[in-house]
């Protein structure tokens, strides 16, 4: 047999194989194998360089028949759209969820279509841990909606600055603060089924205020952030350095009682900024404690080596027992003498006439080491500042009584108040109302809805510190 | 080929079920609000629906009261509760949680066999 039969006859046999495929394909399999027995009995009938390309073109058709239809994924463009969206999501949660804690109904519902949203869009992306901290915190909501539990506020808040994290980076899937906060939520809730169901918190230790400092050393800021919102149920000051160098210049600066640190930073490292704590007299008996991802008898071993007190996984800080471990510590540590250069807050006064924004700014506010007072309108807020002190005033534009820019010229044009930095932070996004607002003399003009909690945060931080 | 309307909040969710669903040979208009999803149901064969949606806490009793085009919930809730949801509105559901390839699988199928003659 020819090489040419020999390809004509295998050609055959894999269009009979296709004929179970469907009706068509199976009609198609009959005239093609028709079509190749005649070659086969009658090579003269065609030329030879005609039947090489029909046996060609009849095997690309196979092909195409064969083929596997290719496994669909998630187009990229989808993942970033998912981002861009639930940005926008969690920019609307910062502001309801705070009514929601009041169980204001708007809030409330606002909170639970955001939620929704961002569970519903990474859930179709295959963002599992996104869309499992996303539903729970919706199934707490929807559980606050009816009255059956006590607002469990701190993990609440907890699983917000993980989501913000974990949108940022969608594709890293393994997240084990993301899962702990997660496991808590989920704690709550399953509480909800029992009968004798304890509604007194979780954390049930006796906090009695400690006139002590904490400081918190991670370079990653979201888990600095993470840590620092357990810990504020000790109602002390928190502060946070970004690496170990950063943190052994803040030690020498000022008194703590206690620091928490990452092992794996730039610069200097957990366990060589240990080791620097125990070598200096000043600060050797300062109590340690090491927070990592890793759960290795190895480096356990050596961080206690270095002179550490404790050594904590990151994924096992929920549920009280990083709370209870810093708690026990912090009741042989030094005490942090109280100066009013150090304890002195910024005062900053809100002006917004809406009472649930109001609220919600002031809680974004409250992470720093700011005094908040709130104004309901501009003439109220000129009023209180006339008689109060203030590092700084947050401002909506339109209010009854006296507008934002109105409020702002008046603080420009008084002697005694003109130096105060203006934050206006409207949901006018015009060039016209922007170019008005600077031109009053607004010092950072600011759209709701586009910022979002940390970026509030950071526009006033770098706003008093250009005045200092 | 159906004409599917397709309703949901999210412009990323809508902008993939369309996808799926004209993947699989048919048309489709999205709404994201229950405005624009009132007003596109009378050409619709077959509504694929979400369930939280900002200007309408019902949709699925108010699509049952607007007439008998065939649903199918599309929701972020884990199957077995769609599942029990759909079947007490004489409904079919599919969840999120099946991701996008999941629901690329499923949906067709069930549109197909809802509009079949």
């Known amino acids: 047999m020819t090489t040419q039969n020999l390809r004509l006859e295998h050609l055959s046999a894999r269009y009979r194989s296709l004929s179970a495929e469907s009706d068509a394909v199976a009609q198609l399999a009959v005239g093609v194998n028709a079509l190749l027995d005649e070659l086969r009995a009658a090579p003269q009938s065609l030329a030879a360089h005609r039947q090489a390309a029909v046996a060609d073109a009849l095997s690309a058709l196979l092909d195409a028949l064969a083929a596997e239809p290719p496994a669909l994924t998630v187009p990229q463009q989808f993942v970033e759209a998912f981002r861009a969206e639930a940005r926008k999501r969690l920019a609307g949660l910062s502001l309801s969820l705070t009514g929601a804690f009041s169980s204001e109904p ?78 808590e939520l989920h704690g709550h809730l399953a509480a909800l089924t029992q009968p004798d169901f304890d509604d007194t918190p979780i954390t049930n230790i006796n906090l009695e205020p400690l006139q002590q400092r904490i400081l918190v050393v991670d370079d990653v800021e979201t888990i600095a952030h993470s840590v620092g919102l357990i810990l504020s149920e000790l109602d002390i000051p928190i502060d946070v350095a970004h690496d170990g160098a950063e943190a052994l210049d ?59 007190n404790d050594y904590i996984v990151k994924g096992s800080i929920g549920g009280g027992e990083l709370l209870s471990r810093v708690h026990e510590l912090l009741k042989t540590a030094p005490v942090v003498p109280s100066t009013p250069d150090t304890r002195r807050f910024r005062r900053i006064l809100v002006v917004e006439d809406i009472e649930t924004i109001a609220a919600s700014i002031a809680f974004v506010l409250s992470d720093g080491p700011y005094e908040i007072q709130l104004a309901h309108d501009g003439a109220d807020a000129l009023d209180t500042l006339r008689t109060t002190l203030f590092d700084l005033v947050i401002t909506d534009l339109d209010m009854p009584n006296m507008n934002g820019i109105d409020l702002t010229a008046a603080i420009r044009a008084n002697d005694a108040l003109c130096d105060i930095p203006v934050v206006m932070l409207t949901a006018r996004n015009t060039d016209e109302h922007r170019k008005r607002a600077l031109d009053a003399g607004v010092s950072k003009f600011l759209v709701k809805g586009e910022v979002a909690s940390g970026k509030l945060l950071d526009e006033v931080r770098n706003l008093l510190h250009s005045q200092d | 080929m159906a ?38 149901y009378p050409a619709a064969d077959l509504v694929v629906t979400d369930l939280n949606l900002p200007d309408q806490p019902d949709p699925l009793a108010r699509l049952h009261a607007l007439g008998t085009t065939p649903v199918i919930i599309l929701s972020g809730r884990p199957q077995a509760e769609l599942d029990q949801l759909a079947a007490t509105h004489h409904a079919r559901a599919v969840s999120k949680d099946a991701g996008f390839p999941g629901i690329a699988a499923a949906l067709p199928d069930v549109i197909a066999e809802l509009t079949a003659d």
Do not use: C, K
């Open chain 1, 106 to 183: 708007d809030s409330l519902e606002q909170s639970i279509q955001h939620l929704h949203a961002i569970r519903g869009g990474a859930a179709m992306l295959q963002l599992l841990q996104i869309a499992d901290l996303a539903g729970v915190m919706e199934d707490v909501v929807l559980a606050g909606r009816r009255g059956a539990l006590v607002w469990p506020v701190r993990p609440m808040l907890r699983g917000f600055a993980m989501l913000q994290a974990a949108i940022d980076d969608p594709e890293s899937d393994d997240n084990a603060l993301l899962r702990d906060v997660t496991d």
């Open chain 1, 250 to 308: 803040l030690l020498r600066a000022q008194p703590y009682s206690l620091v928490l640190s990452d092992v794996a930073m730039p610069h200097l490292d957990g366990l060589d900024l240990t080791r620097a704590i125990r070598a200096d007299d000043a600060l050797s008996d300062l109590p340690v404690i090491l927070l990592t991802a890793l759960n290795r008898a190895d480096e356990r071993a050596a961080g206690l080596q270095a002179g550490a």
């Open chain 2, 3 to 40: 004409h599917i309307l397709i309703i949901d909040d999210s412009a990323l969710i809508l902008q993939m079920v369309e996808m799926v669903v004209t993947g699989a040979g048919h048309t489709a208009t999205t709404a994201e609000t229950w405005t624009d999803a009132e007003a596109a």
